[in-house]
């Protein structure tokens, strides 16, 4: 097949540049639109429409609160990994939704050995990647007990100074990020409050693949993915959670082998090509060949 890709950014390890590298890969012609630039077009909101298309939608967030509804069904086919989403918006009479789960890039995901230097910078008996806002940083402070180590951006600017005292850097990518998940001990995920319904976030993929023990808060979808308590630990409380961080920070040879779990199975079940494997057969169905 010939494919265009429209992406925010042509950046490297970001979503849609790893699109267009495993496609190639696979013998297909690819050619990469990159539509969130810093020209007069772009930031005039009259002129945005004409940076849309009508063909194949891979949408990474949930389309309910993150893109106008009659964007979502002049698509072709439009993909989501939300089934909340999805559900509702088949109820309001659209047809061309297909669920798709977020994946995993294994030549960008997976266990790496930490020099000295990069144990003493990125180590933790327990880490957290992601951005603040003012809900999750609510909820860190219930952690501010544990071990936590904190990476990602606006963190420096939290209110809470139990929170601050939590921060070891700010947003973490390529290696640097493989050596905060192979560091950790156990790797906290928390799913965005709106974003991630019953769907999974891209985190979760990424963590498993790295091999990382990681202890994420239940989602209906999770236990369609993995097998909740062998290749992750999933919560529904805090009580729940302090347990389960209490456990698996006093016995780091099961949480290794909880990773090492995760990782077998996101590498043969949620890579990227899996995915991309099923995004042809649906649009070649959906096209009647």
């Known amino acids: 097949m010939r494919w265009l890709i429209v992406l925010p950014w042509q950046r490297p390890g970001h979503m849609g540049v790893d699109f267009a590298e495993e496609l190639t890969a696979l013998g297909h012609e690819v050619r990469t639109f990159a539509y969130r630039r810093d020209n007069v077009f772009y930031k005039n909101t009259g002129s945005k429409a004409v940076y849309h298309t009508r063909v194949v939608n891979v949408f990474p ?26 559900r509702a918006l088949q109820h309001a009479g659209l047809r061309n939704l ?10 960008m995901h997976h266990p790496v050995t930490l020099t000295d230097d990069e ?39 939290a209110r809470d100074p139990a929170v601050r005292a939590m921060v070891a850097g700010g947003p973490v990518w390529g290696r640097e990020k493989l050596c905060v998940y192979s560091g950790s001990t156990v790797s906290l995920n928390q799913h965005h409050p709106m974003n991630d319904i019953v769907g999974v976030n891209t985190r979760t993929f990424e963590l498993a693949a790295a091999a990382a023990c990681q202890i994420v808060d239940f989602k209906e979808d999770l236990a369609t993915l993995f097998k909740p308590g062998e290749e992750l630990v999933t919560y529904r409380d805090l009580t729940d959670l302090k347990r389960q961080l209490d456990y698996h920070l006093a016995h780091p040879d099961e949480a290794a082998a ?25 649009v070649e169905e959906r096209r009647g060949r």
């Open 61 to 86: 967030d949930n389309p309910l609160w993150m893109i106008p509804f009659e964007s979502v069904e002049a698509y072709d086919v439009f993909f989501t990994k939300e089934r909340y989403a999805l």
């Open 98 to 107: 297909h669920y798709l789960p977020m994946y995993c890039v294994p030549a």
């Open 119 to 157: 144990h003493a910078r990125y180590g933790a008996a327990l880490s957290f990647v992601g951005s603040r806002y003012p809900y999750r940083e609510r909820f860190l402070h219930e952690l501010s007990g544990y071990p936590l180590r904190v990476w990602g951006s606006g963190w420096t600017s």
């Open 258 to 282: 909880v990773g090492a779990n995760a990782r077998r199975r996101a590498l043969a079940e949620h890579t990227l090509r899996r995915r991309i494997e099923e995004i042809v057969a649906t």
